[in-house]
Every structure is written in structure tokens, then in C-alpha cells.
């Protein structure tokens, strides 16, 4: 949407033929330009239980249309254009790549299709906003990112935690942390789950360890440089994954973290995903499922205000705003690939024994963030 200027970002050619059309009718006529704002229409692929959670933002916010919604599923497709009013409804994806009415696409499926959607998505100049982990393995990482490099397409993945207004605070609060201990740990997955299924999901450890690593990487302030894990399979037997995991990570600036992830039973205190930083003077917790946030200086102890759980929604605006204003994506591809290699290496770590250097190939290059 910020590329329908007629040159784009960085030159690239524009595939947007709807918003050529506004953006000529609006040179020729500043009144047409004052009087008619521009409303991204988007569409949703993955009729699933979490792309219901982005449908029910994207139906009701004033800043898109949801246009067209897509599953192989037909029978979801149109439950989901009924409940959250799409104009149409498709079990054939490439319908949407196609339609050049739509503008920016959210692709919210199983993890092994996420780098051919998104490259199809980038192909067909569409902005996406891709759930996460960005990947199954390093190599879909690595396709994604240079579809999106190829295209100039405004890109973002579904690390939602970095919006939350506590884990803002926190950065704000202690800026360079020494010491981190982190977890998400959540209520038994049932093994037939097929985020349990490792050509599908690739396990727990690696489904929600995402979430919790990003934050953690979003809090340290240098790249993480090496990495150590313990664990294994501990309660699936039947699926080849790694589903408890006890991981150490050093970052460039000598900070280190502690993070722990399984599907063993959420911790009643912390709640499933928590945090803790100290940096020498000062300290914080967040917890509350990172919604709350407690600081400490001086010895004094300060509580801080529980924020509300905000769920999609508050990615979902920030992503909104980027295509529309046509700023940079507010979780880049690269970023996404950098936490989901870093997940990737401490399960390496665990099946190796191996201390895993993420400064070496092939980690190196996703550890690097365009400026
Ligand atoms: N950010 C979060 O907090 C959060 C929470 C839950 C899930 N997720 C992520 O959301 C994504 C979807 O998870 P879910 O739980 O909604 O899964 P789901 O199984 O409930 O839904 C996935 C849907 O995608 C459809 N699908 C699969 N391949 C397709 C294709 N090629 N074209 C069109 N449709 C296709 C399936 O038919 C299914 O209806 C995953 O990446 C998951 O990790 C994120």
C-alpha cells in the first residue's frame, strides 16, 4: 500500500494495478484525494482456529476490507466468508494471488506451507503478514526471505509478543540486560496435534519456543552468538520431536539467558510464558502471560498496572499501518528468520550434545538484521 506511489520503495515495479488507478485519480484531482480514503483490501489463506482470531480483527477494523478468504477446506472458506463477511470464499489459493484487487494477504496455515505461500504471496506482489514460526527448517527460512528481498513486498510474521505494551516497557526499562531467564510452558499437547507432527508443525519446542525466544532476542540489545540445549522427547513417543528443552544462549555483549520450553503443565505463579531480566542494579518480571510487569531499583519494588491481552489485534494494526503508511515491516522476514534459526540450533544442540556457534555457517547469516 505505501508502494502505490508510482515509483515504490526502492524502485521496485509496482504490481498494484488498484491502487495505480487511486493514486492516478488522486494526482488528477486533489479533491478526489482529500475526500476519499484508501482502504487496503486483504484477504486471509488458513481458515483455522487462529485465522480466526486475525478474521475477527480484520472484519470489524476500519482500516481494511476483508475481501476474499481462502482454505483448501472449502467448507471452512465459506463459514468463515459468512461470519466475517468476505466477499468471497476459496479453496483454491491461487484465486487469490491472482485477484488484483487485494492488496496484502494474511497467511495463517501449517508451517510446512508457509515458505510456498509466501513465496507465491511475494510473486504476486502482495504484502503478507505470515504466522509464525517463519519456518520448518533453516533452508524455508532462507526462501521466504529472498522472495520477500526479490519482490520489495512488505513482509511480517506473527511475533506478536514484541507488541505487548509490558514487554515495551521492560525494553524501555532496562536496556541492556545481563541476565535473562525466560519460559513458555504450557498445558500437554496432545500428541495427534498436528503442530505434534514434525514434517507438519515440528513440535512444541519449536511452535511456542518461538514466541518466547523472539522476545527475548527483542529484550537483548547485541545478536546472540552461541547457543547449548538438554532435553528430548519426554512425553510423545509416538512423533520424532523435541518437546521439553532447557536452552542456554550467550549474545554478542556477554549478556546470557535461560530459557525453558515443554507442553508439561503451565507453572500456576509465572503463567505460561514469563520473564525475568536483571542488569546488575536494576531488575523486572513479567508475567501474567507477559501482561504485567513488576521493576525494582533501589530495593524498591514497583507493580505496574496489568495491561489487557490484546490477541491478534495488536500486530495485526501494527502490520496494518506499515502497508498503509509504507514503513518497514514492524517484524521483518530477516528478524523472523533469526528467531526461528535460533530455535532450530538449540534443538540441534539437543539432538547433538553440542554446544551450537551462531556466529558460524549455517546460522551466520541469519543471525545478521538488515539496519
Ligand atoms: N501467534 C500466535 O499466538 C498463534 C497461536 C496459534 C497458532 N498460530 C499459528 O497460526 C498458524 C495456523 O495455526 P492454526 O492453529 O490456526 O491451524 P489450523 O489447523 O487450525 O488451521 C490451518 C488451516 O490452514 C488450512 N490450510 C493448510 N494448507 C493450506 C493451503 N496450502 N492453502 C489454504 N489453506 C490451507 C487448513 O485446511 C486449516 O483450515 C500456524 O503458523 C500457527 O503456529 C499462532
Redesign the pocket.
Known sequence: MGQCSFTGRAGKKLVRPRLAAFAAEAFASPRFFMNTPIVPRVAL???????AEHAKFLATYAGVKLHAV????AD?AEDFAKKYGATYATAD?SRIWADRDIDAVWI????H??AP?AEAAAAAGKDFFL???LALTLADCDRIVAAVERSGVTAAS?F?LRFFPAVIAAKAFLTKPTLTTAHVIDDHWLSEF??NDPVQGGGNVL?QGC?IMDTVLYLHPTPPVRIYAAGGNRHHPTRDIVDVAAITLTFADGAVANIAVGDVGVPPHASKFALQQSDGARSLSLYNRLNSLMTREDKQVTEHPAWPEDG?AVIDRAFIAAVAEGKPSPVSVHSARRTTAVVLAAIESIKTGRVVDLAAAPYAAAMALPA
Open positions: 489463506v488458513g481458515c483455522g482456529s487462529y485465522g481462502a482454505d483448501l477446506a471452512r489459493p495463517c496455515t501449517q508451517h506451507t508457509h505461500l504466522e509464525k514460526p506473527g506478536k498436528w503442530a511452535s514466541h491478534a
